[in-house]
């Protein structure tokens, strides 16, 4: 039945629905019958629907728009280096270079870098880089984190039908349909803080395992954190064992300080993986990290293999030139700690 309240929404909704499954282009865009937006126009902190109903956006699609929507600087940057160059020529460019020369003022660990077009693009090829790197097989994922939407990583513990009092930990289930067993056969999760589990794993597989992979501050579960000593623990592990660390800074990197996550723990990884933030909406993402395990990416001698159509073109390196330099020489993360505070503030009180 339409939504009264919401006529306009209510009718592209319907007429959606005999074109998508569920009616929306990404499965966590549907809301329901009743509260799925449709966006008519946005403008720094807001959007407007289609029943021209203004809101606060606090979501900011999902993390990338950190300068607000419509933000001219990167706008008008954007523009000029496609009126100039074209959106993209399979060729390289100057920008490759001076993206990467702004994220390592921001990030100093970083000493090269591969771009990719997502943040589930970055994770495969920082996985696949360490894997290449080590000549191990197994990752290791810290539960509760979130690292794209490919079949590896598309696994959780299945609390909703555990007997926590059995003594056993959950067992491991896939996030849905069409996902193989065969793609967890590589996999091993761990719950975050604790050593006793990560101990484990390294006890049981420790001779195969090329990576762990965490989020410090895990954006799709209330932006839970590591705790100091955990993000230690593991460091310290991957130092004994010649495991790698990835840290996965899609949402963090750029956002939580100049440097993410790793500046504010003082720990640092061996490959880091960044998107969302990187490009104010703009689909742009990277990775990369030592120099040594960079450089097995490579395209002849069995080296890693590394690329994409899309990667590093025009509209995503000029949208990230523009989004670091604004966010590199500005006081913006003063105001965007200044706007946290104020909403955890609010928040606490309700």
Known sequence: MPNSAKPITSLLLRNAHTHMPMGVADSYRYWGEDNTVFVKSSEGCTITDADDQTFVDFRLAYGPIILGYRDARVDQEVIRAITER??????????????????????????????????????????????????????????????????????????????????????????????????????????????????????????????????????????????????????????????????????????????????????????????????????VAAFGGRADVMDVISSSGGGVTHGGTYTANMIALSAAKATLTILNDSDAYSSIDKAGAEIQRVLATV
């Open 86 to 283: 074209g959106t993209m020529s399979g060729f390289s460019t100057d920008l490759d270079s001076e993206v990467i020369e702004l994220v390592k003022k921001m990030c100093p660990n970083i000493e090269k870098m591969r771009f990719a077009n997502s943040g589930t693009e970055a994770v495969i090829g920082a996985v696949r880089t360490a894997r290449g790197f080590t000549g191990r097989n197994k990752i290791v994922v810290v539960e509760g984190g979130f690292h794209g939407l490919y079949d590896e990583m598309m696994w959780k513990s299945d609390v909703d039908n555990w007997d926590a009092e059995s003594g056993e930990a959950p067992e491991v289930a896939a996030f849905g349909r069409g996902i193989p067993e065969a793609s967890r056969e590589h996999l091993e999760t761990v719950p975050l803080n604790s050593f006793e589990a990560i101990d484990e794993v390294f006890a049981r597989v420790g001779d195969d395992i090329a990576a762990i992979v965490i989020e410090p501050i895990m954006g799709n579960c209330g932006s839970i954190a590591s705790s100091q000593e955990y993000m230690q623990k593991l460091r310290d592990l991957c130092d004994a064992t010649g495991t790698l660390l990835i840290i996965d800074e899609v949402k963090t990197g750029f956002r939580v300080a100049k440097g993410g996550a790793q500046e504010l723990y003082g720990i640092h990884a061996d490959l880091t993986t960044y998107a969302k933030a990187m490009g104010n909406g703009y689909p």
